[in-house]
């Protein structure tokens, strides 16, 4: 946090949306505890995410992101815009992720009412970390930017210091990073801070590109 991430990305993870079992709101709970200020970006690979929206806004979430494809979604724009109104009404930010086989244009009529702050996209297959980075997730990107210049695009999955900046090049302003930051030699931090800097470069390049 001190070396400039501004978010923290917390996975949830219920073993059967995805395989892997990971945290849930108690442990949100005690990093809101932990980093008062913090904005707690919290990614909700679950299914059925609307039994979540009470306990992860008492738990202290900053953002509520959700699975387009999850179990009580179902795709679905009218089940995705009642979830929507329910987090937005808890008092979280609004994200809606998208798995790396469904395409972008599922969101644009939510991304046009002007309905979510976020949309995920996941450019590794949910569920794992350590995944190898997949470059089709790029012209999402480029759609998603293209619909809306206000809108928070998202990317989680197989970041590196070798890709962050394309990835920020192609209009993608919050990158997700777990194993470039946590399983590298040099010091978090000091990965951190790399990778500010390159998305930081990519975002100024793609406007004056514009
Ligand atoms: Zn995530």
Not at 83 to 91: A, H, K, P, Q, Y
Request: proline share 6%; net charge negative; charged share 20%.
């Amino acid at each position: 946090h001190d070396a400039g991430a501004e978010w923290i990305h917390v996975d949830v993870f219920d073993g059967n949306f995805v395989p892997n079992l990971t945290i849930g709101p108690p442990v949100v709970k005690a990093i809101r505890k932990h980093c008062p200020d913090a904005f707690l970006d919290c990614h909700l690979c679950v299914l059925n995410p609307e039994n979540y929206v009470e306990d992860m806004v008492k738990a202290g979430a900053s953002q509520f992101t959700f699975h387009w494809e999850a179990r009580g979604v179902d795709g679905e724009l009218d089940r995705a815009k009642e979830l929507i109104e329910r987090v937005r009404g808890s008092g979280m930010l609004v994200g809606c992720a998208l798995a790396p086989e469904t395409a972008a244009d599922v969101l644009f009529p939510l991304v046009d009412e002007g309905l979510l702050d976020t949309v995920l996209l996941m450019s590794v297959r949910p569920g794992f970390g350590g995944q190898k980075f997949m470059p089709s997730v790029l012209p999402k990107v480029e759609a998603l930017r293209k619909r809306s210049s206000k809108i928070n695009v998202q990317v989680d999955g197989g970041i590196t210091l070798d890709n962050a900046k394309e990835v920020a090049l192609a209009g993608a302003n919050v990158l997700v990073a777990g194993s470039t930051v946590y399983s590298a030699p040099a010091p978090p931090a000091d990965q951190v801070k790399a990778l500010v800097g390159l998305i930081r470069g990519g975002l100024e390049a793609s406007r004056s590109f514009a």
